[in-house]
Each structure stands twice: as C-alpha cells, then as structure tokens.
C-alpha cells in the first residue's frame, strides 16, 4: 500500500522552529518530486516547497524563502522540511505529497500530486 506519512507538527512560539517528516511506504520516494502544502484555517491549500525528483532541485513560495528548507533522506525514504522563525500566519495542517512525472522544476501545484498524507498540525502562537 502507498502511503506518505507526516509527522513533527506542535505547538511552536513565534521565532521558534519546528521539522517536518514525511515517511514514505510502499514506494521509493527518491522517484518522486516531493511537495509540501499546507491549508490555514478558512482558507484554501497552498504550495509552501518542493524539491524535484532529478537532481534536487528546489522551488518555494515567496512567504517561507530565507526560512523553510526542504531536503531528502533517501536512505530513510524520507524528505524533510525545515521551518525557522516561524510567525502566527504559517499555522496550518501541512501535507507532503508526491508527484512521479519529471519536470526541470518541481511544481507547486495541488493539482500535479499523485499521492499525498494527511497532514499534521503546526500552530505558531505565544
């Protein structure tokens, strides 16, 4: 069964920082373009980061640049997200989810996923 699994979300203060896992079973993540996304209380799900599947190529939102950072495991078939001097706006659930076509730029896009985890929650608060 394929299956992506997130893990590492919690309470956090603003400035603070948290790490993100998501776990793959089933599949060889290092095939896929790994995208993280995440969906904030009354609003809809947004792309944050990824990295390509070829090379590890990254693409990030605007609002997380200079303080998320994505990377992989492949030994652990496990990709990582970073979050440094979080702020009260990125509380969301965040999901990872996979994407098996080859792009030279991995894509935000909901849209393009293949596979994704439910989500865990991160809330920034003091």
């Known amino acids: 069964q394929l299956q992506l699994v997130e893990s590492g979300g919690g309470l956090v203060q603003p400035g603070g920082s948290l790490r993100l896992s998501c776990a793959a079973s089933?599949?060889?993540?290092?095939?896929?373009?790994i995208g993280w996304f995440r969906q904030a209380p009354g609003k809809e799900r947004e792309g944050v980061l990824c990295?390509?599947?070829?090379?590890?190529?990254?693409n990030y939102v605007d609002s997380v640049k200079g303080r998320f950072t994505i990377s992989r495991d492949n030994a652990k078939n496990t990709v990582y997200l970073q979050m440094n001097n979080l702020k009260p706006e990125d509380t969301a659930v965040y999901y990872c989810?996979?994407?098996?076509?080859?792009?030279?730029?991995?894509?935000?896009?909901?849209?393009?996923?293949?596979?994704w985890g439910k989500g865990t929650l991160v809330t920034v608060s003091s």
């Open positions: 989810a996979a994407e098996g076509r080859v792009r030279p730029i991995c894509t935000l896009s909901q849209f393009a996923m293949d596979y």
């Open positions: 990295i390509s599947n070829s090379g590890g190529r990254t």
């Open positions: 089933g599949f060889t993540l290092d095939y896929y373009a």
